[in-house]
């Protein structure tokens, strides 16, 4: 079935670097995206979101971008620090649900070398 | 950070064993949502609820219950537990688009 996906199950970056996590989708008639954050042992915890009639969003060291064309999601990091090292989750809204419901990608493990 | 609360946060119980994992959060959130997850991989609904009284099964078939008495509180409840149900447990609850999560329960079943 459809899924969300990420292209890569794990990223190493050297500390104060850029990183950027990238998210694949296949339903062109989802309108709204987040990215989460979980670390160890916790719960996933909310990082930024974009709805699909934007293309870019930004945050506090965090940019998401949006490309529709390509269904393509992708979550930039700056200066990333020790305390980014994580599992990164991207999730869909499919259409006008109000449900409320999201599908989750399959996670991108981000280690933070010093 | 979101006020929702789990317990009890690690859960180590026999086969056949009735269990409730307790979900509640204290933002008036009128929709709630049960996850299963593994080590490191996707997340999985498994049950939801848009409000009181209204719960209904998520993608991924569960051998698990829930219940929606009151808007806060959220359980969800294994009559006979297995060791295929030993998992990671993850409660959410939203007002709008996103979704905020609470810490979990870690379940294992012997």
């Known amino acids: 079935g459809e899924s969300v996906g990420l292209h890569l199950p794990t990223l190493s970056v050297q500390e104060g670097d850029n990183s950027i996590i990238n998210c694949a989708y296949s339903?062109?008639?989802?309108?709204?995206f987040i990215w989460y954050k979980q670390e160890s042992g916790k719960g996933p915890q909310f990082i930024i979101d974009?709805?699909?009639?934007?293309d870019k969003r930004q945050g506090q060291r965090v940019t998401v971008l949006l490309n529709k064309t390509v269904k393509h999601l992708s979550l930039q990091i700056a200066a990333t620090q020790p305390g980014d090292s994580a599992v990164y989750f991207c999730a869909e809204r499919r259409g006008s649900s109000n449900t409320g419901k999201l599908i989750f990608g399959q996670g991108t493990t981000l280690q933070v070398k010093p | 950070e979101a006020d929702i609360y789990q317990t009890p946060r690690y859960l180590v119980i026999g086969t056949g064993k009735k269990i409730t994992l307790e979900c509640s959060q204290t933002m008036g959130h009128d929709k709630m949502y049960w996850y299963q997850q593994d080590p490191g991989m996707e997340l999985h609904l498994i049950h939801y609820?848009?409000?009181?009284?209204?719960?209904e099964k998520g993608d991924l078939s569960s051998e698990s219950t829930v219940s929606r008495i009151r808007t806060e509180h959220f359980p969800l409840t294994l009559e006979s537990a297995r060791p295929s149900h030993t998992s990671q447990y993850l409660c959410?609850?939203?007002?709008?688009?996103?979704?905020?999560f609470g810490p979990g329960t870690r379940l294992l079943v012997l």
């Open positions: 609820s848009y409000g009181v009284n209204s719960t």
């Open positions: 339903n062109s008639a989802s309108d709204y």
């Open positions: 974009i709805r699909s009639n934007m």
């Open positions: 959410a609850s939203s007002k709008g688009l996103g979704q905020y």
